[in-house]
């Protein structure tokens, strides 16, 4: 229920009543906290807006990784050729300018073939991965994520069970 009372050069109160509940009252992160995997090494985070790599950064630093940005495919390249041996993942945007996430994806495999690259997107996973299908991605990641679903990710393309 919502009550409003209302006067005229005074202003007006709003006092919204909810139904109570007999569950316990759940505090968001708690568990996510407790069980966050911590992975290490660098990972390169290759996305074009400026934004999205440092929150990626931070969330990564979060998960015990060092970080490598970059906000162009150039970039990106350069970065990679310079620190392949340090770098375990790269996190990588399909969708950038002048040179697209799959072109970039070409020039990492070139220098390093078994690199893992995870491709992040706000596309749906089933469209983006019809597209990409047989060129060997080590996963995707849909847009927004979370710490806890870019570890669980990073986990499994860099602990594979076997």
Known sequence: ??????????GATFKVLLPSSQKAPEVAGKDEAKETWRGCGTVLVVDDEELICRI?????????????????GQAAI???????????????DESMPQMSGAEV????????????????????????????AGMGLAGFLQKPFTVRSIGDKLRAVLEPAG
Do not use: W
């Open 105 to 132: 994806y070409t020039h990492i495999r070139k220098i390093k073939p078994v690199a893992r690259v995870i491709f992040c997107s706000g596309y749906p996973e089933s469209d983006m991965m019809s597209r990409l």
């Open 1 to 10: 229920t919502i009550k409003v009372y209302s006067e005229h050069g005074k």
């Open 78 to 92: 350069e970065l990679f050729k310079t620190n392949k041996d340090a770098i375990v993942a790269v996190l990588l």
């Open 56 to 72: 990626s950064s931070q969330m990564l630093s979060r998960l015990g990784f060092k970080v490598m940005s970059a906000t162009s």
